[in-house]
């Protein structure tokens, strides 16, 4: 099998991987809400088990293009479904958010996140196919 193939197949499985994270992370949201718990669940602990199976890729195809590239899927991804399973607006930027990336696109003067997840789903791509060239 061409190795451009199975780059392809690795990335919509990590498509499929940050798509359903964000849906265990609903199913938490949901019912750390019902329990009355303030604290919610990290959004840290998703990206580092996302990260970490990047990480695993890099193993088996020694190809950082290809790293890079499924980190950005997943930032382009992961807010846009959780947003959507929360019945938010898609491209929500919660201005009381303590998520670091949140903070700074306020700061920096975004309305939402679209710019953002539109840009790095776009570079994730573009990255993809330079993984091919490597």
């Given at each position: 099998m061409?190795?451009?193939v199975?780059?392809?197949?690795?990335?919509?499985?990590?498509?499929?991987?940050?798509?359903?994270?964000?849906?265990f992370?609903?199913?938490?949201?949901?019912s750390?809400?019902?329990?009355?718990?303030?604290?919610?669940?990290k959004?840290?602990?998703?990206?580092?088990?996302?990260?970490?199976?990047?990480?695993f890729?890099?193993l088996?195809?020694?190809?950082?293009?290809?790293?890079?590239?499924?980190?950005?899927?997943?930032?382009?991804?992961?807010?846009?479904?959780?947003?959507?399973?929360?019945?938010?607006?898609?491209f929500?930027l919660?201005?009381?958010?303590?998520?670091?990336t949140?903070r700074?696109?306020?700061?920096?003067?975004?309305?939402?996140?679209?710019?953002l997840?539109?840009?790095?789903f776009?570079?994730s791509?573009v990255?993809?196919?330079?993984?091919?060239?490597?």
């Open positions: 061409k190795l451009h199975v780059f392809i197949s690795v990335w919509v499985c990590y498509l499929a991987l940050s798509i359903s994270l964000a849906g992370h609903d199913i938490y949201r949901v750390y809400m019902k329990a009355g718990m303030k604290e919610r669940f959004h840290w602990a998703w990206a580092l088990f996302y990260f970490l199976c990047c990480l890729s890099f088996f195809f020694h190809n950082w293009y290809l790293v890079v590239s499924l980190s950005l899927l997943h930032i382009s991804i992961f807010p846009v479904v959780c947003n959507t399973l929360a019945e938010r607006p898609v929500n919660n201005k009381n958010s303590t998520l670091i949140d700074i696109m306020i700061k920096l003067g975004f309305k939402d996140t679209e710019v997840n539109f840009s790095s776009l570079i791509v990255l993809l196919f330079c993984s091919f060239l490597k």
